[in-house]
């Protein structure tokens, strides 16, 4: 095959784009998921694996269209579904968008013998796959079927997508896909975020009842930490943090951002501080280049006055502000405690989880239960010290290439994806960021810069 992947993007005129099939899907699954009962968390499944093929077929830019609309809403869509049918534990219908994703994977072989990428781009993703095969041993060893193939599952396929990305993709096009759909995303998730925290709807109260998730606020008005249509306040400030980056710095930004308004507001909701940090890093970062020097004020100075604005005239005025107050505390916050004692308790063990434990989740609501905060953390569990420093290592690899990129290209891309790496970089000691959701923004916005040449006589 001579042309590349990306020139399949060209859909034909009467064909329904791809995130166009993934929105057909979310709303037929919302629509008909309380009668078809169980039945639609599988066929859900099987659907978004539908959409990850025909969205593929029309090219990495639409497939990445597609797949943020399903990361966006498909917890959404879970949430109906559990209201009718009963909470589902595993959360079977999350597995949707990775599916969606792994679909072009069957293609990396192929890309790898086709098209040549320097080494010291593939070596990380590379090394962190075989720490994570480790860890999914570790766990199969103990019996643990359920995390040896979830665990896996969240941490190999935004990898491996971000690797065909890499290998079959335009960079400009990618990033300005990535910007069209969050032109959707954001408003949408901005104004539900409100509404949710306002007054949650009864999927919302139903799921909050149930989710071993403390993080979440209470299922009450004025109570929520808003997460709006996604499975958890991180993951949604993330992917709001990530949207107004690649918003703000598009080709097209001022109507986006003003629509997206309602998401700076959901943003603030979330509570969610690493991700207040992290979009703060990536637009500093973006203040460093004179290509991008004036839009990141821009956006700095809206964000500043959307603060004030919701810290003086909004009914949670006082919620956000004491939020935004507690940034100072530093190592007196208690979360920045909890944090510190995580790393003593695992110290602590009678072998320093040297070896690791693998993929384990356990309830964070039970008693006596660790939470797992922080790539730091969350390599030394599940890999020990040895392996989990080696994959820590060779994440630090894929963001410095991308920052260094930046450096030498400064093309206005360069600089975005550099700035998107670095805010991930400042969330590491904090939140977990390279598993399901948050993954494939991790590995999609932070190693698809690296570059792409054919073989020689490659066709």
């Known amino acids: 095959m001579s042309t590349s992947l990306a020139a399949s993007s060209a859909a034909r005129p009467w064909q329904l784009p791809g995130w166009g099939v993934a929105v057909l899907v979310l709303l037929g699954t919302a629509v008909l998921g309380g009668s078809l009962g169980s039945l639609a968390r599988l066929g859900f499944v099987i659907a978004c694996g539908g959409v990850g093929w025909y969205a593929w077929r029309q090219g990495p830019a639409a497939h990445l269209q597609a797949a943020l609309m399903l990361f966006a809403f498909a917890p959404f869509v879970r949430r109906m ?6 909470f589902d534990q595993l959360g079977l219908m999350l597995i949707g968008p990775l599916v969606a994703i792994l679909i072009p994977a069957i293609h990396l072989p192929r890309l790898l013998g086709q098209r040549e990428a320097r080494a010291g781009w593939l070596w990380p993703l590379g090394i962190v796959a075989a720490c994570v095969v480790y860890a999914g041993l570790l766990s199969l060893a103990q019996a643990d079927w359920t995390n040896a193939a979830s665990g896996p599952l969240k941490w190999l396929a935004p990898l491996l997508y971000a690797a065909v990305l890499m290998l079959s993709a335009d960079r400009s096009a990618l990033l300005e896909a990535a910007a069209s759909a969050f032109r959707i995303i954001l408003p949408v998730t901005g104004l539900y975020a409100i509404y949710q925290y306002v007054d949650p709807p009864d999927w919302d109260r139903y799921w909050m009842e149930f989710a071993p998730i403390l993080s979440i606020g209470q299922p009450v008005p004025y109570g929520v930490r808003s997460f709006s249509t996604m499975n958890a306040p991180a993951v949604y400030a993330s992917f709001t943090a990530t949207g107004l980056l690649l918003i703000a710095f598009s080709k097209r930004p001022w109507p986006a951002m003003l629509l997206s308004v309602p998401a700076v507001l959901g943003f603030l909701l979330s509570m969610y501080r690493t991700a207040w940090i992290s979009l703060a890093v990536g637009i500093l970062f973006g203040l460093v280049f004179v290509q991008t020097r004036r839009r990141a004020g821009m956006i700095l100075l809206g964000i500043a006055v959307a603060v004030v604005l919701a810290a003086t005239l909004t009914p949670f005025g006082d919620v956000v502000a004491e939020r935004l107050s507690s940034l100072g505390e530093g190592t007196k916050d208690g979360s920045a405690q909890e944090r510190l004692e995580e790393f003593i308790t695992l110290w602590n063990l009678p072998d320093s989880s040297l070896f690791g434990s693998g993929f384990t989740i356990t309830d964070v609501g039970s008693a006596g239960a660790m939470p797992i905060d922080g790539m730091i953390i969350a390599c030394w569990v599940s ?40 805010g991930a970089l400042a969330q590491f000691p904090l939140a977990n960021i390279t598993s399901g959701e948050s993954g494939f923004l991790f590995w999609t916005f932070a190693v698809l810069l690296a570059p792409k040449q054919p073989k020689e006589g490659a066709a």
Do not use: F, K
């Open 383 to 422: 890999m020990g010290i040895v392996v989990g420093g080696v994959c820590l290592a060779a994440l630090l690899w894929a963001v410095g290439n991308a920052v260094g990129a930046a450096l030498s290209d400064r093309t206005t891309e360069a600089v975005i994806v550099g700035a998107l790496a670095l």
């Open 81 to 86: 579904v559990d209201v009718a049918a009963g």
